[in-house]
């Protein structure tokens, strides 16, 4: 397979710190999703909601509930990418899923504003509290950044 180049000359590249990467995990609201189904890693889109330093999103049968059920350690994504200017940042996010079944737990999930994508039921809502965050962002030739949002 061969590789196509890219003239990268110039292009910025910053590490964003933990307070940028949470700020940017709140402005967005689809990420992925990334977990391991029998030693083989998988990533699903999610609709989500960053709120009081969590992850949450809802979720029906099958995967992504078994490993919330589970409490697996899950990562999570999220980007935005320019594919014209090949700016952008991306945040990596890594926590244990829980699926959140105590009622105060259920009652604050229910002021979320929380949307599925794919239709059936999503009823189920998981947690994640991310326990470490790390970001970059890759800015254009001659873009000045002080490495902030």
């Known amino acids: ?17 933990e307070e940028d990467c949470l700020a940017l995990l ?4 689809v990420g ?6 029998e030693a083989v890693p998988v990533v699903f889109p999610v ?3 960053f709120i009081e330093g969590a992850i949450a999103f809802l ?8 490993a919330a059920v589970n409490n ?6 999220v980007d935005d990418i320019d594919p014209v200017t090949r ?9 244990t899923a829980r699926v959140l079944s105590e009622p105060s737990d259920l009652a604050w999930a229910k002021t979320l504003p929380l949307d599925p994508w794919a239709p059936g ?14 970001g970059r962002r890759i800015t254009a030739p001659g873009t000045e950044t002080d490495g902030r949002t």
């Open 87 to 95: 700016t952008g940042w991306s945040v990596f996010a890594l926590g």
């Open 1 to 17: 397979m061969g590789y196509l180049e890219f003239d990268t000359t110039g292009r910025g590249f910053d590490a964003l710190d």
């Open 121 to 134: 039921d999503k009823s189920n809502v998981v947690r994640v509290i991310p326990e470490f965050v790390s």
């Open 72 to 77: 697996a350690v899950v990562a999570f994504q």
């Open 59 to 66: 979720t029906g049968e099958g995967t992504k509930l078994r």
């Open 47 to 49: 609709n989500y909601h």
């Open 26 to 29: 709140a402005a967005r609201g």
């Open 32 to 37: 992925r999703v990334a977990l391991t189904m």
